[in-house]
């Protein structure tokens, strides 16, 4: 079947810094995707998310853009804070009956150093 | 406060037993959701319930048993079928038709 899958499994950045986490999706059907972050131990919070009929989103510190050409969505954090290490998923949400379901990548670890 | 409440936090299994896991949700929310993750890798659904008394089998079903009796609650029972049941559990919640998903904060279940 059809997966989401992420460019890089770590990422580091310096603190202060703006990060990019991208992501690729190879469901064409899919209109719907949602950025989460995960903290160690947590279950995934929701950051942004964003629909087929969009190119960018603007959220609290966050940006989500999404490449329909090139099946390809990422998630900008501006001005990166300690408390932003996590890992992030992108995942695609699929009408499937009169439910969705969401299929998610392997997620990107992304360590802010001091 | 609406939330979703995983129970316990840590269990352990012995070999050959049978566990559950608890999933309550006081969001009104129709649909519920079982996802097992493994260290570095994605989340992989296992059962998803999209009204009371009836669930449907998700990716690797296989070696779990669910029910849905209640709107607020979809208990995960690891069975001793499942050959590798070690892993984080992650419940999740949403409205029908909705689109976002409310996670509870996970069950680490280790096989001893």
């Known amino acids: 079947g059809e997966s989401v899958g992420l460019h890089l499994p770590t990422l580091s950045v310096q603190e202060g810094d703006n990060s990019i986490i991208n992501c690729a999706y190879s469901?064409?059907?899919?209109?719907?995707f949602i950025w989460y972050k995960q903290e160690s131990g947590k279950g995934p919070q929701f950051i942004i998310d964003?629909?087929?009929?969009?190119d960018k989103r603007q959220g609290q510190r966050v940006t989500v853009l999404l490449n329909k050409t090139v099946k390809h969505l990422s998630l900008q954090i501006a001005a990166t804070q300690p408390g932003d290490s996590a890992v992030y998923f992108c995942?695609?949400?699929?009408?499937?009956?009169?439910?969705?379901?969401?299929?998610f990548g392997s997620g990107t670890q992304l360590t802010v150093l001091p | 406060d609406g939330g979703i409440t995983q129970s316990p936090k840590y269990l352990f299994r012995k070999e050959g037993q049978n566990v559950t896991l608890s999933c309550e949700q006081n969001?009104?929310?129709?649909?519920m959701y079982w996802y097992r993750q493994d260290p570095g890798q994605g989340l992989r659904l296992i059962y998803y319930?999209?009204?009371?008394?009836?669930?449907q089998k998700g990716d690797i079903a296989e070696g779990y048993s669910v029910s849905r009796e209640k709107k607020e609650s979809f208990p995960l029972t690891v069975t001793s079928a499942q050959k590798n049941p070690t892993a984080f559990y992650l419940c999740?919640?949403?409205?029908?038709?909705?689109?976002?998903?409310?996670f509870g904060s996970g069950t680490r279940l280790t096989v001893v």
């Open positions: 999740a919640s949403s409205m029908q038709r909705s689109d976002g998903y409310t």
């Open positions: 469901n064409s059907a899919s209109d719907y």
């Open positions: 964003i629909r087929s009929n969009m």
């Open positions: 995942a695609e949400n699929i009408l499937s009956g009169s439910a969705r379901q969401l299929t």
């Open positions: 969001l009104n929310h129709d649909a």
């Open positions: 319930s999209q009204i009371v008394n009836d669930f």
